[in-house]
C-alpha cells in the first residue's frame, strides 16, 4: 500500500532537480514526454517477464520506478502496476494508457492482455513514498543511469519490496561499442547520465542485500535482484 496518493498530491519529496541528474535530464524528458513513445521502441517483454518470474510466489504488485510514460510497465503482466517517476509529463503520458494496452506503442491496443490501468505516482525513486515491503516486485528499464542518487535507488528498492520478491534492472553497459556511443551522446547533449557495467551494478545490488543473477548481456544487460527470504 502506498503511503502517499498519486499525480496531483502536492507532497513531492525534494525538487525534481535534485531527483534527476541536473537540469539538462529534467528538460529532456519534460520536453520529450509527447514523443517518446513514438521514438522509442517497445521495451522487451520476455527479459522483463523473465526477471519478475524470479519472484517467490505471485506477483500481484508491480513497481516501475523511472517508469515515464509506461512503455515498459504495460509490457509485463500484474494486477497491479504502478509507475513512479519525478516527471509529471512523463507521468500524464503513462494515464493516457488503455487498461489491456501490450507493451506496444501508445494507441495500438492488444487482444485481450491484461489488466487494471496503470497508477501514477510522482517521486524520487532514491525516496520512495512507500511502505517496508509493499510491493512484491519493481523494476527500472533504461532510466537507471538517469538517477542520482543510485545508491539511495537500490536501497529504497531492498526496503520497499518484499520477502521473496524481485527488483529487475534493465541498463545499458557502457562498456559495449553501442553502450560506449550511448554513454557519449547523452553527455553531449548535457545529460549527466552515469552507467554501471553488469558486475558494477551486480555488486551494488548484493551491497543492498539482494541475491543477484545476470539475467542476459550486451548493449542491454538485466540484473535480477532477489530480495532473501525472511528467517523463521
Ligand atoms: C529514458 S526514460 C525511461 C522511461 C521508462 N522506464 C521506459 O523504459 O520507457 C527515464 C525516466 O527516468 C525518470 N527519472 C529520472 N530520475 C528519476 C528519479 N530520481 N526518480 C524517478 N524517476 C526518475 C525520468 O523522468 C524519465 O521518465
Known amino acids: 500500500m502506498f503511503v502517499v496518493g498519486a499525480v496531483g498530491n502536492p507532497y513531492t519529496l525534494g525538487s525534481p532537480v535534485d531527483a534527476m541528474h ?3 535530464d529534467v528538460r529532456f524528458f519534460d520536453r520529450l514526454a509527447p ?4 521514438a522509442m521502441p517497445a521495451a522487451d517483454q520476455s527479459t522483463l517477464s ?4 524470479r519472484a ?3 506477483v500481484d504488485h508491480l513497481l516501475d520506478l523511472g517508469g515515464g510514460s509506461g512503455r515498459a510497465t504495460i509490457a509485463v503482466e500484474a494486477p497491479e502496476r504502478t509507475v513512479l517517476d519525478i516527471s509529471r ?3 500524464r503520458r503513462a494515464r493516457t494508457r488503455q487498461p489491456n494496452e501490450t507493451g506496444r506503442r501508445v494507441g495500438r491496443a492488444s487482444d485481450g492482455d491484461p489488466v487494471g490501468p496503470l497508477s501514477t505516482v510522482q517521486g524520487d525513486a532514491g525516496r520512495m513514498p512507500l511502505a517496508d515491503d509493499a510491493v ?3 523494476m527500472v528499464v533504461d532510466a537507471f543511469h538517469h538517477m542520482p542518487d543510485q545508491q539511495a535507488v ?5 526496503r520497499a519490496v518484499r520477502p521473496g520478491g524481485v527488483f529487475v534492472v534493465r541498463e545499458f553497459d557502457p562498456s559495449h561499442p553501442l553502450g560506449w556511443l550511448l554513454v557519449r551522446a547523452e553527455h553531449a547533449i548535457g545529460m549527466q547520465s552515469t552507467f554501471y557495467k553488469p558486475n558494477e551494478l551486480a555488486d551494488l545490488l548484493t551491497e543492498a542485500g539482494f541475491d543477484v543473477s545476470l539475467l542476459d548481456a550486451g548493449f542491454e544487460y538485466t540484473v535480477v535482484g532477489t530480495v532473501p527470504a525472511a528467517a523463521d
Do not use: W
Open 22 to 24: 541536473g537540469l539538462g
Open 35 to 38: 514523443l517518446y513513445d513514438l
Open 50 to 53: 523473465a526477471g519478475l518470474a
Open 56 to 58: 517467490t510466489g505471485s
Open 89 to 91: 509529463p512523463m507521468l
Open 136 to 138: 512484491d516486485a519493481a
Open 154 to 158: 537500490v536501497e529504497e528498492a531492498a
